[in-house]
């Protein structure tokens, strides 16, 4: 495909006029310039239409679009930095018409990763982008749900996340003679200079201080995830639009749903409630598309008037009726969860109702993450079913 875009001119250039190649995260590849009308077109329509909906193919990931650097030329007359802020809307508007000329916006699923405000327009769905397999607040399934919050205040109404996240690799930080030489380099203008063959800091208070030159730590660090890592986080995909698995970057290194028939059947039960919250979780959808509302929304969307609602990073609510707090930490046998001012339910231990406008601690074995649903939601039903499962 790349030597017929660049024999068509379809290909983005640099400024010098000169095809761009970029590394994608490790792969080389040319990207079809879609600010070009034609190219758009080629790329909507015989790319996605003929070679792929045509072919019965009814869902993919509509990866990247946030690469393009400030070098690149475009076709719209705008300056490159513009130009790579709207390039993700171009690049949604393109599978999105793609969709609309097979008449398959409501029989398929694509979801992006990059976009900007505005982008829910022509997008399908968010997802988080490449998590790391851990439990970090900068990076892991904490993000996940502070990402979807964020997104959900910023037009963004849709998102998931890769079950158990993707990022799994080893680092490896050793000094080059570079480094060596630029660290030397400041030594000399500092109180001592002292090398170090191979942990430095600095305290309020000590004014007289210098470093190892080069650094001191070299190491390797290696994330992999394991089976409770991956079940918290299918906890949560189970409370989201969509439940999605995903390998990882190194998939031989890492539990998967299939590793073993315990990981197997408990994911398979997950699935079911999944499924059987299906009929509340399309209502939810279908506002978001007619009126906007987030699927995921911060506990404040629900309870303006709660100044509480709005320091909780790490809970939302899917719909108006479900509070979801997931388990974020490993080998937590319990949670602390905040309920807003209404009536609750536990979804697990249903016959207690609790006064919202505190904090409670409940139990949270893996496979039953904090749910609780309003006690006067007509959802009530099915949600008294799903916690039978």
């Not at 030329?73 to 993700?88: K, V």
Request: one cysteine or more; proline letters at 6%.
């Amino acid at each position: 495909m790349f030597e017929e875009a660049a024999m068509m001119n379809y290909l983005m250039k640099d400024k010098a006029g000169e095809i761009l190649i970029q590394d994608h995260a490790g792969f080389y590849a040319g990207t079809v310039d879609l600010s070009n009308p034609e190219a758009f077109q080629w790329y909507s329509e015989e790319v996605l239409g003929r070679n792929m909906l045509d072919f019965g193919i009814s869902g993919w990931m509509v990866d990247f679009a946030e690469y393009i650097p400030t070098h690149a030329a475009n076709n719209l007359g705008m300056d490159a930095e513009t130009f790579h802020n709207i390039f993700p809307d171009i690049w949604a508007k393109c599978n999105f018409e793609a969709l609309m000329s097979r008449e398959k916006l409501h029989d398929s699923l694509t979801f992006q990763r990059s976009g900007t405000l505005g982008s829910s327009v022509f997008q399908q769905m968010m997802w988080a982008g490449d998590q790391n397999v851990n439990y970090e607040p900068a990076d892991g399934l904490p993000s996940v749900i502070t990402a979807a919050l964020s997104g959900a205040v910023s037009g963004l109404t849709r998102t998931h996340s890769d079950i158990g996240g993707y990022t799994s690799f080893f680092i490896a930080l050793q000094r080059d003679t570079e480094l060596l030489m630029r660290w030397a380099e400041h030594a000399v203008f500092s109180p001592v200079m002292r090398t170090h063959e191979a942990l430095s800091g600095a305290v309020s208070g000590l004014t007289r201080t210098h470093s190892d030159i080069g650094g001191y730590t070299s190491f390797f660090i290696a994330l992999q995830r394991d089976t409770e890592l991956l079940m918290r986080w299918a906890e949560h995909a189970v409370f989201s639009p969509v439940m999605r698995t995903h390998e990882g970057s190194s998939p031989e290194a890492n539990e998967q749903i299939y590793s073993d028939p315990a990981i197997l059947s408990g994911f398979a039960r997950l699935v079911n409630l999944y499924v059987t919250l299906s009929p509340y979780t399309k209502a939810v959808l279908s506002d978001s598309f007619s009126k906007g509302y987030p699927v995921m929304r911060p506990l404040f969307f629900e309870y303006e008037d709660d100044p509480i609602a709005y320091e909780q990073q790490y809970q939302y609510l899917l719909g108006p009726d479900l509070l979801v707090a997931p388990v974020l930490q490993k080998d937590a046998a319990t949670w602390e969860v905040y309920l807003p001012p209404d009536e609750w339910r536990h979804i697990w231990n249903p016959e207690k109702v609790h006064k919202g406008g505190g904090f409670i601690i409940v139990e949270a074995p893996v496979g039953k993450p904090p749910v609780f649903f309003r006690d006067k939601s007509s959802w009530k039903p099915l949600f008294e079913e799903l916690g039978r499962l």
